[in-house]
């Protein structure tokens, strides 16, 4: 059974201070992982999507990472508007269908 | 463009009573999908469909819970007779084609509470 495993489950971080969420995966065959922020009482956002060991994307603050086993997601200099859930879901069939992990909620304080 | 919609945001209801969730895709997306969130089981997928067509549907629940798309630009998800535990927030996103992956764009979720 694929099985998708975030941690940690939250963090707190002062601003300007860096940290990394971790997405680890059990899957049978993966088509591509993703990251998602979700702000409370929104939808899921889309913010990167990795299809291939080794690959990196950045945006902003955020850095993407992915290996064979796991996928970070790296937050540099953190600011309070960073505050957010963060999902990682991957997808392993041609439908596009995503399964989540429980998320990792980060609180960024000043 | 305006994103995935949904109808409505918030539905408190009662107990047996039937709730109908309404969703609009983004123009040109053929994939849609119903996902459900709480805070013990996260976000679930229930069901999606394809041009139209269920593909899975082996996320519902149980048969108290049924999907249709009758067209491109709509997609109910309807639950009768609701129970207390159906109370969640209920999500749909849509994808783009071609290809076989691509990000699923989720609207703003239709948070029920069933008393």
């Known amino acids: 059974e694929d099985q998708v495993t975030q941690s940690p489950e939250a963090l707190r971080l002062q601003e300007g201070e860096s940290s990394s969420l971790n997405c680890s995966y059990t899957v049978s065959g993966l088509r591509g992982l993703f990251w998602y922020r979700q702000d409370p009482g929104k939808g899921p956002e889309f913010l990167f999507t990795?299809?291939?060991a080794g690959e990196e994307k950045e945006k902003e603050r955020l850095k993407a990472t992915l290996t064979k086993k796991e996928s970070f997601l790296h937050i540099t200099a953190p600011k309070p508007e960073d505050s957010a859930t963060y999902l990682c879901a991957v997808q392993t069939d041609s439908w596009g269908k995503l399964q989540f992990g429980a998320g990792t909620q980060v609180v960024v304080t000043p | 463009d305006a994103g995935v919609i949904q109808s409505p945001r918030h539905e408190v209801t009662e107990m047996g009573q039937e709730v109908t969730l309404r969703c609009k895709p983004i123009s040109g997306h053929d994939y849609l999908f119903w996902y459900r969130q709480t805070m013990m089981r996260g976000l679930e997928l229930l069901i999606y469909f394809n041009n139209n067509v269920p593909i899975d549907d082996s996320g519902m629940p149980e048969d108290r819970f049924s999907a249709k798309m009758p067209n491109a630009s709509f997609s109910t998800l309807k639950i009768q007779p609701s129970e207390p535990r159906d109370s969640a927030v209920y999500f749909c996103?849509?994808?783009?084609?071609?290809?076989?992956?691509?990000?699923?764009?989720f609207g703003e979720g239709s948070r029920l509470t069933v008393l």
């Open positions: 990795l299809y291939s």
């Open positions: 996103a849509s994808r783009a084609p071609p290809g076989d992956t691509g990000e699923l764009f």
